[in-house]
């Protein structure tokens, strides 16, 4: 079957550094994604990988190994408005997204 | 404004009605999507339409149907509502072929009580 992992749940201080991981297991890869979502509201984009490296967007910078089936979101100087869920998924061989079930990072002051 | 809408944001609803969901987008998107999220749960794919007059099956079609009559409207249908179908339900679009990657645009989701 097809599996997308992401720690539940994640803390971090404000000002700081954090790492949200995923790991995959997928029919064929095609591309992975990850998406920021507020509670009640809708994921929006934050990046794209397909080659393996690092791609970096201003404070968040996305990492990918595909050898090892693995990604992490980095996200620097934390603010309080990152407190949100970050979601991980996966292009499968047939184009077909596969959704992690998300990593809930609470920022405290 | 561009985007995507949905309607209605919430609802509740008695076990065995009928309800459609509504989507549309202005985007001249050709691809478009309906996915339920779930407390714990990954989002996960009901069903999706590459262009219009065509729609496919995802990981949960059952108790479901879509149409795409035209561009910019994909509605989902719950024939006979059950309380498993308690959830709440995204559609997305994207712009499939144009770029090297396909980001998805979620509509702002509806919320879906059945009793």
């Known amino acids: 079957g097809q599996n997308i992992d992401q720690p539940t749940e994640m803390t971090a201080t404000e000002g700081a550094i954090v790492q949200i991981n995923c790991t995959y297991q997928?029919?064929?890869?095609?591309?992975l994604f990850w998406y920021q979502q507020h509670a009640g509201e809708a994921p929006t984009f934050l990046s794209y990988?397909?080659l393996d490296g690092l791609e970096e967007k201003g404070r968040f910078s996305s990492f990918l190994s595909r050898s090892k089936g693995y990604s992490y979101l980095l996200l620097k100087e934390l603010q309080m408005k990152d407190s949100a869920s970050y979601l991980c998924?996966?292009?499968?061989?047939?184009?077909?997204?596969?959704w992690g079930a998300g990593t809930k990072l609470i920022i405290k002051p | 404004i561009a985007g995507i809408t949905q309607a209605p944001t919430s609802q509740i609803l008695a076990a065995g009605r009928r309800m459609t969901l509504r989507c549309t987008q202005d985007?001249?998107?050709?691809?478009m999507y309906w996915y339920r999220q779930d407390l714990g749960l990954g989002l996960r794919l009901i069903h999706y339409?590459?262009?219009?007059?065509?729609?496919g099956k995802g990981e949960v079609p059952d108790g479901y149907s879509v149409s795409r009559a035209n561009t910019d409207d994909f509605p989902l249908t719950l024939a006979s509502a059950v309380p498993s179908q308690t959830s709440v339900y995204f559609c997305?679009?994207?712009?499939?072929?144009?770029?090297?990657?396909?980001?998805?645009?979620f509509g702002p989701g509806t919320r879906l009580t059945v009793l």
């Open positions: 997305a679009s994207s712009d499939e072929g144009t770029s090297g990657y396909n980001e998805q645009f």
């Open positions: 985007m001249r998107h050709n691809a």
């Open positions: 339409s590459n262009t219009a007059g065509t729609t």
């Open positions: 997928t029919s064929g890869f095609n591309g």
């Open positions: 990988n397909v």
């Open positions: 998924a996966v292009y499968d061989s047939n184009y077909q997204l596969i």
